[in-house]
């Protein structure tokens, strides 16, 4: 694999010494009855799972393939799998990623035909479309007029209503006043949904119950568009209650062609961002299905689109269905499409891209099976799924098959990153039918098993468990109406898992001390023996456990025999076992009073993590009072960064007085805007941070004296 630094000598070189080579070095090989050609090498400009996704079908179809990274991703995993990777600036993907300039001069430097803009980033951005152009590089995507007409969601919804696709109420007017918007929401009458109009991914998008609440929804929606897409227009839509979000797959070539590749739901979204994926939909009938898809097609064609593409639905409980926006790139959760269609998008992305006709027509594609995916996280679905950055300590998967993938980016070592999407991988299963299927997604999670930071598999364990879910009856507030069940008050660990939890400790130990004694040359120093043994009396101690909060004492009798007598809450069980090393994982053979099982086991500094079949279980040691740091925050109260950030608006300034769940600060972080409040009622003393400012994770970011201590 080869790297390069992209320095601006090395721009200005490119410019001056390689144009000539550039058009030279173009491998295109055109056949001039078809205007079809062959693509050799493809820039992907985009990171993480997807440019991992896209090199793999390069690889398959003797493409090579060219990575771009920036600071924070030099290690990386689609760096590694690259044939060669260039580097395009700091971590800040606006720096980096979203650098236009650079990654057309690394297209040219590179001599790639084509660039793959994954998703996110510039999938969507009518000017890379257009510069890709200008250059003779082939952007696999939609035509650049495609891109902009979909991409700005009240010149959408007039194609769309022009074209005969179902649209939603409501005003996509170029007032923007507060007071017009208002008034078109009254008009239009509560709920309504407030959108970017070039708003994606649920960003700078709210919901407004009331009237009540509308301004201060309306300018929490600007500020995020404005950060995410640099444009605050709004548009106003009347909100569906518990609707379906169902999207159809759609693929159109050069040549006037377009077919659907059936829908998906992803109604299950938390911050309307998508969470779990099926296809095809739940419940809905052949007849539905084909209205579905031939207005997919439709919507389509109104825009002569190209390339791979998503045109999204909302449903109602009646499965009537309204067009809602096209997203103009290939989505997150195409693998399930692929998996009940037997097809590679992204091959068929190359070849469209190339002049290719689609490679079969609508008569030539069927659905078979069900398959489902699972977005794994970075975040602690507990703490309104805040998302997360740290270490993978420890990083296992299901193997992967023919019914199996795992779309990822990351590997056991890597660091989930501040500066990115915080999602570790997708899940993705097939079944022949939607059970088969579910019972599939439930076993691969529970083999999905991560050490180093918060993730929300268990949250899709329970989602994927829920009665409601298993019947198919899913809609986008899926998850508030179910709180109850999808968050279920944490249980005390059951004894037997105490008892392996101990043996785990005491086998941990015996290695430490059996490496203590080759190391120190003296196989009798009483420092290198861990076994306890006593003459004519049986060794004893007491182990301290925490479950949770809850602090275990659990007391241990070594016998003679090698086994254990573990007695916990006065209950007695036998206990014995080993350690046993398969590839990179251990696994706990134990035995509690006869039950034999075989979790995987992962010890790191006070905690032992074990992963079985009936669930994940972590149980820590107490640290000692003089190890644990004092919290010199100075917050009094928890008014901290939540991670590491940028201040985006303060509301507050020094002797304020405020009230409990006061806004106190906005913060961007993890592309998320997070309202920090305050905890208590009290008076600001000092403002630590202003607006633009770059915070920490715990940051303190003001100094509150609580009430009762400010008078």
């Given amino acids: 694999m080869a790297a390069a630094l992209v320095s601006e000598r090395g721009l200005h070189w490119v410019r001056r010494s390689l144009k000539q080579q550039w058009f030279r070095a173009l491998t295109f090989v055109r056949n001039a009855s078809s205007g079809s050609c062959r693509i050799e090498k493809v820039l992907i400009a985009n990171r993480g799972e997807i440019a ?12 090579r393939s060219v990575a771009v990274y920036s600071e924070a991703d030099k290690n990386s995993m689609h760096v590694t799998m690259a044939d060669e990777a260039y580097h395009i600036g700091p971590a800040a993907s606006q720096q980096s990623y979203l650098n236009m300039e ?7 430097i590179a001599a790639a035909q084509a660039i793959h803009p994954g998703y996110g980033f510039l999938s969507e951005n009518t000017e890379f479309a257009e510069w890709c152009k200008k250059e ?3 952007f696999i995507g939609p035509p650049s007029s495609a891109i902009r007409d979909m991409g700005i969601k009240s010149t959408s919804k007039a194609i769309m209503s022009a074209a005969g696709v179902p649209i939603v109420e409501g005003y996509h007017g170029d007032g923007q006043s507060d007071q017009q918007l208002m008034e078109e929401a009254r008009r239009i009458g509560y709920p309504v949904m407030i959108k970017a109009v070039r708003g994606g991914g649920g960003k700078g998008m709210r919901i407004a119950q009331t009237e009540v609440e509308f301004l201060e929804q309306l300018e929490s929606a600007r500020r995020e568009a404005r950060k995410s897409f640099n444009d605050d227009v709004m548009l106003i839509e009347k909100f569906v209650d518990n609707p379906r979000h169902v999207e159809v797959q759609v693929f159109g070539d050069q040549y006037g062609n377009a077919v659907y590749l059936f829908e998906r739901d992803c109604s299950v979204q938390r911050r309307h961002q998508k969470i779990i994926e099926e296809a095809p ?11 579905l898809g031939e207005a997919a097609v439709q919507a389509a064609k109104a825009v002569s689109y190209v390339g ?7 449903m109602d409980s009646q499965h009537n269905f309204y067009f809602m926006e096209m997203n103009t790139r290939l989505q997150v959760e195409h693998p399930v499409t692929e998996m009940i269609t037997g097809t590679d998008l992204v091959e068929w992305q190359l070849r469209v891209a190339a002049g290719e006709k689609l490679p079969m027509t609508q008569e030539q594609l069927s659905v078979k099976g069900h398959a489902f995916e699972a977005r794994i996280y970075a975040e602690d679905p507990c703490n309104n799924f805040m998302p997360g950055a740290g270490p993978l300590m420890h990083l296992s998967t299901p193997v992967p098959d023919a019914f199996v993938r795992i779309e990822t980016g990351v590997r056991q070592g890597d660091e989930v990153s501040v500066h990115y999407d915080p999602m570790i991988a997708k899940l993705v299963v097939w079944g022949d039918d939607r059970t088969a299927a579910l019972n599939k997604l439930k076993y691969c999670l529970r083999q999905y098993n991560i050490v180093g930071l918060n993730t929300n598999i268990d949250f899709l364990l329970n989602l994927a468990a829920h009665p409601e879910f298993e019947a198919g009856n899913v809609h986008t507030n899926f998850i508030p109406q179910h709180y109850d069940g999808l968050f279920p008050s944490k249980e005390a660990t059951s004894k037997d898992v105490l008892c392996q939890a101990a043996l785990a400790l005491i086998l941990h130990e015996r290695i430490q001390t059996n490496t203590f004694r080759a190391l120190s040359h003296d196989p009798f120093s009483p420092f290198a023996n861990s076994s306890g043994r006593r003459l004519n009396i049986l060794y004893s101690r007491n182990l301290a456990l925490l479950d949770g909060q809850n602090k275990v004492n659990i007391d241990v009798t070594y016998n003679y025999d090698g086994t254990y007598r573990v007695q916990i809450d006065g209950q007695v069980f036998h206990v014995f076992g080993e350690l046993n090393t398969e590839g990179d994982a251990t696994y706990l053979k134990c035995s509690v009073n006869g039950m034999v099982s075989k979790p995987k086991l992962v010890i790191t500094d006070n905690s032992i993590h074990l992963f079985s079949m009936e669930g994940a279980v972590q149980v820590n040691s107490p640290v ?8 010199a925050s100075g917050s009094r109260g928890g008014a901290v960064a939540p991670m590491t950030g940028t201040i985006e608006k303060v509301f507050v300034k020094e002797g304020d007085k405020v009230q409990a769940g006061d806004s106190l600060m906005v913060m961007i972080a993890m592309k998320m805007e997070h309202t920090i409040k305050a905890p208590k009622a009290g008076v600001i003393e000092k403002v630590l941070y202003k607006e633009g400012s770059q915070a920490n994770r715990h940051a303190a970011l003001v100094k509150f004296v609580e009430e009762e201590n400010s008078k």
């Fill in 308 to 314: 791979a593409g998503t045109v999204e639905f909302i």
């Fill in 281 to 291: 939909g739940p419940g809905i009938s052949l007849e539905v299905r084909r209205r």
């Fill in 624 to 631: 000692p009072k003089y190890l644990v740091g004092i919290d």
């Fill in 102 to 108: 650079k990654i057309i001069q690394v297209a040219k």
């Fill in 136 to 138: 003779g590089i082939i």
């Fill in 52 to 63: 991992c996704r896209v090199m793999r079908t390069a690889k398959k179809m003797g493409v």
